[in-house]
């Protein structure tokens, strides 16, 4: 194992071992590669003359270009244009975006949250979630109206068992208590639950009432509190396009009522 992911983990076990316990082995050994070509950019940015480092040259402290590339585009700024962007994303968007979401969540204010990392697309999103998190055997819980496309980045890639539940109850409510039982039926398996959430559902476009929601949370604290390590992963692609007014995600209803 690198040493720089033992540091993490070290880390982990520490100060959050609940997370690091739900990790995959493949999470365990992943870090982010503070050393060597990366710390070597960060050390010649005080450079006075030269910086030509990650195939970047800059000149007069500005990011070298074709002239007639900038006048095209003179509404954005050099260092804007021409740079790698960080794999997570430019920090400056990163903070914009966390700021958009305090603003449009009031509910968030003074709550624990990461700042969003920029990923390609969801699909994206959704497999380094897995890389993270799923192990073979672990259980993926889903509805039994899902997109498929969750097996192929959890099952295939990483070997989860996908574990559905019926989406509704006789009532034709979402099935809260469905959910809980079958998060708490992985107990005897490997003792941990990945529930993958998606609002509006695909391919139903189903949305719960805000009543809903809170059970979908309470649910999951419940199984939680029974023993098993749940890795809870909300889908909000498609947050606003409602059939009702929200003024929340399950994500975010679940960071206000427990962080």
Request: charged letters at 25%; a negative charge; proline letters at 5%.
């Amino acid at each position: 194992m690198h040493k720089l992911a033992a540091q993490l983990n070290d880390t982990l076990q520490e100060k959050a071992p609940k997370v690091f316990h739900m990790l995959s082995n493949l999470g365990k050994e992943l870090y982010y590669p503070t050393e060597g070509i990366l710390s070597q950019s960060a050390e010649a940015k005080s450079a006075k003359k030269y910086n030509a480092t990650i195939g970047t040259a800059l000149e007069n402290g500005k990011p070298m270009h074709l002239k007639v590339i900038q006048d095209t585009l003179s509404a954005y700024e050099p260092k804007d244009l021409y740079l790698y962007a960080p794999p997570e994303g430019k920090a400056e968007l990163r903070h914009a975006w966390r700021e958009k979401m305090l603003k449009e969540n009031p509910s968030l204010q003074g709550k624990s949250f990461s700042t969003p990392i920029v990923t390609n697309a969801l699909t994206h999103g959704l497999s380094i979630i897995a890389d993270l998190f799923a192990d073979t055997n672990d259980a993926l819980i889903i509805p039994d109206k899902n997109w498929e496309n969750y097996d192929m980045v959890f099952g295939i890639r990483r070997g989860a068992r996908v574990v559905t539940y019926p989406l509704y109850d006789q009532q034709g409510s979402f099935n809260a208590t469905a959910l809980k039982e079958t998060i708490i039926a992985q107990k005897s398996e490997t003792g941990k639950a990945i529930v993958l959430l998606n609002f509006p559902n695909n391919p139903t476009g189903y949305t719960p009432t805000a009543e809903e929601g809170e059970a979908i949370v309470q649910a999951i604290k419940e199984a939680a509190e029974e023993g098993v390590n749940v890795v809870a992963v909300t889908d909000d692609a498609y947050f606003s396009l409602f059939f009702r007014k929200l003024d929340y995600t399950i994500f975010i209803r679940s960071i206000s009522r427990h962080s």
